[in-house]
């Protein structure tokens, strides 16, 4: 069974860091761009990063550039996404997803997602 699996999300505070993994079970990541979503209540699902098959290329949204980072380990076949300086607007379920192309800010392209996990930034 083909399955991404989330996982590192809680509860911070502001300033605060968290870092989220997203392992693939069934298969290997190797051939996927994969990317970072998340969606607040109320809030339509918003891409938050991606990383090429490669790993040599990364794209970020404007409002977390600087503060989060996306990377791959193939040899554990998993990707992670490091946010530091958290904010309260951060606050959302975040998801990854496998795409077998390049990157892409439309999730609707995406082949596989995760469950999500929550983060949550409040004092």
């Known amino acids: 069974q083909l399955q991404l699996v989330e996982s590192g999300g809680g509860l911070v505070q502001p300033g605060g860091s968290l870092r989220l993994s997203c392992a693939a079970s069934g298969f290997t990541l190797d051939y996927y761009a994969i990317g970072w979503f998340r969606q607040a209540p109320g809030k339509e699902r918003e891409g938050v990063s991606c990383?090429?098959?490669?790993?040599?290329?990364?794209n970020y949204a404007d409002s977390v550039k600087g503060r989060f980072t996306i990377s791959r380990d193939n040899a554990k076949n998993t990707v992670y996404l490091q946010m530091n300086s958290l904010k309260p607007e951060d606050t959302a379920v975040y998801y990854c997803?496998?795409?077998?192309?390049?990157?892409?800010?439309?999730?609707?392209?995406?082949?596989?997602w995760g469950q999500g996990t929550q983060v949550t930034v409040s004092s």
């Open positions: 997803a496998a795409r077998s192309g390049l990157c892409s800010g439309y999730g609707r392209r995406y082949d596989y």
């Open positions: 990383i090429k098959i490669s790993g040599t290329s990364t």
